[in-house]
């Protein structure tokens, strides 16, 4: 049964996560001052009578009613309770999630790093009163006050989940075991033809990281702030690395097909791929190399032209709730954000599978954040590149 | 039951319609044809027309909304890029390989089909050929990748000659996208062979002609503009793909992949990459027009 579940969880998290890769994600953990200065729009300070529906814009897998699957519902309960009708609209990327959220049509979003910080900036999307999340309290600290979920202090949604990006290695192959991103960067070549990354201008920012630690001369503070020099050398890395890629992944099949055979030994991965590709067999390993890793964090928010408030409140508080979070992370295959989640997985051992409550694991994360020209790590003497230059030079790389 | 009948007001209207239409051929088939013009014309060729019209505009760096704003930045970059030009040359030299290798296959297994299997057996072969069709595409490109693999049946095949399978990459994709599109090459070829009359093959032998003289002088002459109607499935549908070379390709990039990756944060660059493609079909189908293989279309 378990195979049954992390396939499903998998095929779901493909198509979710693929899409939200090619150009979304997460922020940056917490050190960023990007210099945003949304509208002064209000929390509500307390919540009327349901309207009776809410319209949701939200990845695959996120609201689930048992259309896809009978035994994965866990928006039929909620609309019992709360007499609450969900309409929900699932988006392919973060842009479609901005431009359904432009039209006011939709009442909450399940947003990703980039797409939080753009409808915060426009105004879009409105500060959220966690107060009225009773299920907030339960939330991980380090999830709280990101730099991609709030600003000034002030939340403007209730975090969902995350994950992180791993180094996998083939254990009969790669020897020794490798604890650092020079398995796929300065040591590459020993694996030559069968290295792979992640198939996004995202992955950039993972040369970016490790540069950071192996060139103490450029000063890369953030990885998603790079200014022209910093980029050039993760770029010039990378085009390094193309020499000895095999193939570049982006869909989690073929990634656990290229394991099991061989075509790949080392290079980037989710958990739940390698999870996957260990239940079929492959020798595998995946770890968070001593660099540190880059990582995804999603953030329910709130339209300011809601016009269902009340309904996207009890949303919010619904889909953090322990029971509801454990089933949703563990459909899509991420670590949920409520720390009472972790008591309520169908695996016991899920939560510590995906290092749901390892506080000290996450602080080696560097969120997925969208590249801006006012650079992210604060600085105001330099122009950062921005993320529509990142997929030129993915482009490039890759040539 | 009178009340059902139409009024004889509502008769006399309904024959004279009926009258002029009949009177009036041209108008008839205007009428019957508006439709599916209007479908073709707003649909496909609107669509293409916004396409190009698009690759002018620019895009917001930071919300990626496209504004329409008229630049010829996109084309300039298409042009001066080295990666974009590296990549079409790519792509074109990818369809071009596969239409070479499908007209090479697909020739001797159409004229066996066409012309030396016995007549009962012909419908079924073609069935045959035509299995694969009913196949997904992504089934069959996966079957590929795991053929391809380290170490798959590729690997295990050649293994006795001291050689090893191409594993992934374009050779994997050129090959692979073979596969797929043969059957449009086939058939094409099947029906003229099989139009070929016998008695022209009986004639150039009785001249004295050797099979190799009679291919060259009567077969390949009358069946060449079949080859160049294939040809013009096998070289378009290799354009425009971009998902075989992302199972099978390795880290190989073509003009899809790019306008793929575009599409979502850039689209007028994506726009603009987009009728690289249609020109080069469309030059490709100016030169096949000149071979007159259109009208055997």
Redesign the interface.
């Known amino acids: 049964m378990r195979l049954t579940r992390t396939l499903r969880a998998s095929a779901v998290c493909a198509a979710a996560l693929l899409l939200a890769a090619?150009?979304d994600s997460s922020g940056s953990g917490g050190t960023s001052a990007t210099g945003l200065n949304p509208p002064d729009l209000k929390a509500p300070t307390k919540l009327g009578r349901t309207e009776g529906q809410v319209n949701l814009v939200a990845w695959a897998g996120y609201v689930e009613d048992g259309s896809n699957d009978p035994k994965v519902d866990w928006v039929t309960d909620f609309e019992k309770r709360t007499g609450c009708q969900v309409h929900s609209k699932v988006a392919a990327?973060s842009?479609?999630m901005?431009k359904l959220m432009k039209t006011g049509e939709y009442d909450a979003v399940s947003a990703s790093g980039d797409a939080s910080l753009?409808l915060i900036?426009?105004g879009d999307a409105a500060p959220v009163n966690t107060a009225l999340v009773p299920n907030y309290k339960d939330v991980f600290s380090g999830l709280k006050n990101g730099a991609w979920n709030s600003v000034k202090g002030k939340m403007y949604g209730i975090p969902h989940g995350r994950g992180a990006n791993l180094l996998m290695y083939d254990t009969a192959k790669v020897k020794p075991a490798p604890t650092s991103w020079s398995a796929v960067f300065d040591d590459a070549s020993r694996y030559k033809?069968h290295v792979t990354a992640y198939d996004s201008?995202i992955y950039i920012a993972d040369a970016a990281l490790y540069l950071k630690a192996t060139k103490p001369g450029l000063k890369i503070k953030d990885p998603y702030a790079l200014d022209q020099k910093q980029f050039d050398a993760a770029v010039a890395l990378l085009k390094r690395q193309?020499a000895n890629?095999?193939?570049?992944w982006?869909?989690y099949?073929?990634e656990v097909?290229?394991f099991k055979?061989?075509?790949s030994v080392v290079g980037t991965t989710w958990q739940v791929i390698a999870n996957l590709a260990a239940s079929e067999g492959a020798k595998v390993k995946a770890l968070v190399p001593k660099e540190g890793s880059t990582g995804w964090s999603d953030t329910w928010m709130v339209s300011a032209k809601a016009k269902h408030p009340n309904c996207a409140y009890k949303w919010l508080d619904w889909i953090v709730s322990p029971k509801v979070n454990a089933q949703v992370a563990e459909y899509f295959g991420e670590a949920p954000a409520n720390s009472k989640a972790c008591a309520e997985t169908s695996d016991k051992n899920f939560c510590t599978v995906y290092h749901a409550a390892d506080e000290s694991y996450w602080k080696k994360i560097a969120f997925w954040n969208t590249p801006?020209?006012q650079c992210l790590d604060g600085r105001t003497d330099v122009r950062c590149v921005?993320?529509?230059k990142w997929?030129q030079a993915?482009?490039?790389i890759?040539? | 039951m009178t009340t059902d009948l139409p009024t004889a007001a509502g008769r006399g209207t309904v024959r004279r319609l009926a009258g002029t239409l009949h009177r009036r051929p041209r108008l008839r088939l205007a009428l019957l044809l508006t439709a599916p013009l209007l479908w073709l014309a707003v649909l496909y060729l609107g669509s293409l027309a916004v396409l190009f019209v698009s690759a002018f505009w620019t895009?917001d760096?930071?919300?990626?909304q496209v504004v329409k704003v008229w630049s010829t930045d996109n084309f300039h970059a298409l042009f001066t890029?080295p990666?974009f030009r590296?990549?079409v040359l790519r792509s074109v030299g990818v369809a071009l390989a596969v239409t070479a290798l499908c007209a090479l296959i697909a020739f001797p297994v159409a004229f066996y089909t066409a012309r030396v299997a016995r007549p009962r057996w012909r419908p079924l072969l073609v069935v045959g050929i035509l299995t694969p069709l009913w196949a997904s595409y992504l089934v069959k490109v996966?079957a590929w990748?795991?053929i391809l693999?380290?170490?798959?049946l590729a690997d295990w095949m050649l293994a006795p000659f001291g050689l090893s399978g191409p594993?992934?990459g374009l050779p994997a994709t050129v090959l692979t996208l073979t596969y797929l599109w043969l059957p449009y090459m086939i058939l094409p070829i099947h029906t003229a062979l099989e139009q070929l009359p016998a008695g022209l093959l009986d004639a150039s032998a009785d001249l004295g002609a050797r099979p190799g003289r009679t291919f060259r002088s009567v077969v390949l002459p009358m069946v060449l503009p079949s080859v160049a109607a294939g040809s013009v499935f096998t070289f378009s549908l290799s354009l425009g793909d971009y998902i075989t070379v992302?199972?099978v390709?390795?880290?190989t990039?073509l003009i899809g992949n790019?306008v793929y990756?575009?599409i979502?944060?850039?689209l007028p660059m994506a726009a603009a990459l987009g009728t690289v493609p249609v020109a080069v079909i469309v030059l490709y189908l100016l030169a096949i027009r000149r071979t007159g293989a259109l009208n055997s279309l």
Request: with cysteine.
């Open positions: 090619a150009c990327s842009d479609e901005v753009r900036a426009s033809g201008p193309n890629v095999g193939e570049y982006s869909d099949l073929k097909s290229a055979s061989g075509d801006i020209e921005p993320y529509a997929v993915w482009t490039e890759k040539g | 895009t760096s930071f919300t990626s890029t990666v590296q990549v996966y990748r795991l693999s380290e170490g798959g594993g992934y992302q199972i390709g390795g880290k990039q790019l990756s575009n979502e944060l850039n």
